[in-house]
């Protein structure tokens, strides 16, 4: 049966939640397990391998639902996790949306909304997992420290990598594969790798010569993509892009929009986020000491 993990420090939750959900415990729609904080979520995710949903509040001791929210990514990045706050703590829903939370409800709960909102979740879980979303969970494995995928809520025929050229050098690049005769799966997986290894023999390689070495291998092979580029030295990023992205420059509370002609000097803290547009699906870069 699909498990469903709720994290809070309220005890009587777990007697309320099994109250509200015994119909789906019932008929094998979902079971549900209970966590009283995020070091206690993770045991039970590392005892629970098949785990495809996180419920949890934000605010719990030892380890509230922010910092559970990025251990989830190393744990189990396949779960997706709704997030609980209260009503009108926009900050607080702001950051988990932007660590990867799929959804949020806010207290007091709405058991009914709630549980309509975990059901379409799974269904998610269950329909996402194509052997390219696989792959992507892979790629993300490799990327360094300062790099934080989130993956789009419906499925998209996106891929996102990122290497360290040298000791001073990241290479971040992001590939929207585009309807052709060739299996969707198969275009991006030609895309992804002619785009990696062009960019190890040449970091500057231009949009426009990449789409000629594209037409190459194969005319009907069309994408959208963007080619970034951050030294970890002078802390200066840039990019290029040929289609639907956008980066966007984050300073606290503050976010820009960056033009491919702009290099931004960032500062400790500051981010920039290289999305995809049409699919939401962004790939977040730090500024890391």
Excluded at 61 to 66: I, V
Aim: charged residues 20%; aromatic residues 8%.
């Amino acid at each position: 049966m699909t498990k469903v993990l709720f994290v809070d420090d309220e005890p009587d939750i777990e007697l309320l939640t099994k109250q509200k959900y015994r119909k789906q415990v019932a008929e094998g729609i979902f079971d549900v397990l209970f966590a009283l904080n995020g070091e206690e979520a993770l045991q039970v995710i590392k005892e629970n391998p098949d785990l495809e949903v996180v419920v949890t509040d934000i605010n719990m001791p030892q380890m509230d639902g922010l910092v559970l929210l990025d251990k989830l990514k190393e744990a189990n990045p396949a779960i997706k996790t709704i997030v609980v706050s209260a009503y009108g703590d926009t900050n607080m829903l702001r950051a988990a949306m932007n660590k990867g939370a799929y959804d949020f409800v806010t207290k007091p709960i709405n058991f009914t909304e709630l549980g309509t909102l975990i059901e379409a979740t799974l269904g998610l879980c269950r329909n996402i997992k194509t052997s390219l979303y696989t792959y992507q969970l892979h790629l993300a494995t490799a990327f360094p420290p300062r790099l934080d995928l989130n993956y789009p809520h419906q499925r998209a025929i996106v891929l996102w990598d990122a290497f360290e050229l040298d000791k001073e050098h990241l290479i971040a690049f992001g590939v929207s594969v585009l309807p052709s005769p060739i299996p969707s799966e198969l275009a991006a997986s030609i895309i992804h790798g002619l785009l990696r290894i062009s960019l190890q023999e040449n970091p500057e390689l231009s949009c426009e010569a990449f789409e000629k070495k594209l037409s190459l291998v194969n005319p009907s092979l069309k994408a959208h993509f963007l080619i970034s580029q951050y030294h970890k030295g002078t802390h200066a990023f840039s990019f290029r892009t040929r289609g639907e992205f956008k980066v966007t420059h984050r300073v606290g509370e503050d976010e820009a929009s960056l033009n491919p002609s702009q290099t931004a000097l960032l500062n400790l803290g500051d981010v920039v986020i290289l999305e995809e547009m049409v699919s939401g699906t962004s790939l977040s870069l730090s500024c890391l000491k």
